[in-house]
């Protein structure tokens, strides 16, 4: 299994990412997909959820409105579109397929202006 994250930087408050995940190594396409996120001195956190066939999604509070999950199957690739972009959100941001004890390297937001 591996997941390797991507598209992290440094952006101004207010700013936009989006963040890719390549997944391998197992049937992409059958899982529940993730992103979390854990800041400095603080806890895992799951940020969104995406189904496996890509209908229904979920969001912390604290993303709502902010953030989208989305999901290619043919690039074995889940994104997560952030706008509106705040401090708060500056974290290390992971993806996971849900029912796989296995996490990626992470890739860093900041979100400092």
């Known amino acids: 299994v591996q997941l390797v994250e991507s598209g992290g930087g440094l952006v101004q408050p207010g700013g936009s990412l989006r963040l890719s995940c390549v997944a391998s190594g197992f049937s992409f396409s059958d899982y529940y997909m993730a992103w979390f996120r854990q800041a400095p001195g603080k806890a895992r956190e799951r940020v969104a959820s995406?189904?496996?066939?890509?209908?229904?999604?979920d969001y912390a509070d604290s993303v709502k409105g902010r953030f989208t999950i989305s999901r290619h199957d043919g690039r074995n690739t889940v994104y997560l579109q952030m706008n509106s972009l705040r401090p708060e959100d500056t974290a290390v941001y992971f993806c996971?397929?849900?029912?796989?004890?296995?996490w990626g390297q992470g890739t860093q937001v900041t979100v400092s202006g």
């Open positions: 996971k397929a849900m029912s796989l004890n296995f």
């Open positions: 995406i189904s496996s066939s890509g209908s229904s999604t």
